[in-house]
T-cell receptor
């Protein structure tokens, strides 16, 4: 299994440009997440999905959009990029069951700079 | 007040020392408490998790949870240079969402 993969690894955007960060998992996990990590900080949840066709906002959703058309893929869309979106973006997934804990697996991250 | 507070450090100790990392939290509903290790330019990886109060040991690592004080700790015994990383505490909200502390940057000096 490749686990959680993210593309691209690095990207520089100009203010006002848009882009899509790709995330794919091959573990048949039902829940997927997008986090951002600013320098010297912990991770903050942007959006999450509990299954195909179901998404919901996290703590910091403004300026982002997501979709989940398949179990495997959970792309994150940035519209009108701003310098405040300069960050490292991590995708994660988990097979969530009722009343149990399962490890959340993280991708390697996408390092985004907006100039 | 942040839901999870963690001293960002940095913390620098000599090889072989015992390291103590801590977090406090405000939400008494948290039941699962995790410690993640993150090497530079990598994604977080789960080190340990604990359910409710108590201790859990895994090799040189011990996690403690005190729910009455809303305080969790991670102890590293016989610390090694390979333990140098950022350590993040995290707790679970609904839908398995993780709430992270700021992370403590740890350096073990040979």
């Amino acid at each position: 299994n490749a686990g959680v993969t993210q593309t691209p690894k690095f990207r520089i955007l100009k203010i006002g440009q848009s882009m899509t960060l790709q995330c794919t998992q091959d573990m048949n996990h039902n829940y997927m997440y997008w986090y951002r990590q600013d320098p010297g900080m912990g991770l903050k949840l942007i959006y999450y999905s509990v299954g195909a066709g179901i998404t919901d906002k996290g703590e910091v959703p403004n300026g982002y959009n997501v979709s989940r058309s398949t179990t495997e893929d959970f792309p994150l869309r940035l519209e009108l990029a701003a310098p405040s979106q300069t960050s490292v973006y991590f995708c994660a997934s988990i097979h969530a069951g009722q009343g149990t804990y399962n490890e959340q697996f993280f991708g390697p991250g996408t390092r985004l700079t907006v100039l | 007040q942040k839901e999870v507070e963690q001293d960002p450090g940095p913390l620098s100790v000599p090889e072989g020392a015992i390291v103590s990392l801590n977090c406090t939290y405000s939400n008494s509903a948290f039941q699962y408490f995790m410690w993640y290790r993150q090497y530079s330019r990598k994604g977080p990886e789960l080190l340990m998790y604990t359910y409710s109060s108590g201790n859990k040991e895994d090799g040189r690592f011990t996690a403690q949870v005190d729910k009455s004080s809303k305080y969790i700790s991670l102890f590293i015994r016989d610390s090694q240079p390979s333990d140098s990383a950022t350590y993040l505490c995290a707790m679970i909200q609904g839908a398995q969402k993780l709430v992270f502390g700021q992370g403590t940057r740890l350096t073990i000096n040979p």
